[in-house]
């Protein structure tokens, strides 16, 4: 389970990506990896004011932001109008996002390399990477 991951190791990840590691981003972090599915800042934001961190709404879409761009969380846009966020593995994944209760399975494996070739260079085109969020309902949303 990635939310038992001893502490302290949040601090070398954060190292490893570039991230400057303050208490409010490792706060931000360890609640993000509590998560098994996707978070909006709001409800994360909400849930780090209930466990008695002091740390603004703008403050928590700037992290979020910040490892978003670190490549520390992925983002998901199946939620209208909210991007929801993720800690995932590091690995090359794809989603299968549940629109109801936005249950989160991450995939591993990728059988798109063939076609992307084929279809990049039809238009003259190197693709350097691809992300994919598939939409649907979970077996418990069906
Ligand atoms: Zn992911
Ligand atoms: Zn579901
Ligand atoms: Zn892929």
């Given at each position: 389970m990635?939310?038992?991951?001893e502490e302290?190791?949040?601090?070398r990840?954060?190292?490893a990506a570039?991230?400057q ?10 609640e993000?990896?509590r998560?098994p599915?996707?978070v ?10 209930k466990?008695?961190e ?7 879409y ?6 978003a761009?670190a ?15 993720r800690?995932?593995?590091d ?9 109801r209760?936005?249950?989160v399975?991450?995939v ?6 063939g076609?992307?070739a ?6 003259g085109?190197?693709?350097?990477g691809h ?12």
């Open positions: 990635r939310a038992k991951r302290g190791s949040t601090d990840l954060l190292r570039g991230v590691p303050t208490p409010k981003r490792i706060a931000v972090f360890a993000l990896m998560e599915d996707d909006t800042a709001q409800t994360l934001h909400g849930r780090l004011r466990r008695g002091r740390l603004g709404l703008a403050t928590v700037r992290t979020l932001q910040t490892f761009e490549g520390l969380v992925d983002t998901f846009s199946h939620n209208p109008g909210e991007v929801c966020y800690r995932c593995g690995e090359h994944h794809h989603h299968l996002v549940c629109s209760c936005h249950r399975v991450e591993a494996e990728c059988g798109l390399d076609w992307l084929r279809v990049s260079a039809n238009h085109f190197v693709a350097t992300r994919l969020e598939i939409d649907g309902l979970c077996g418990a949303c069906r």
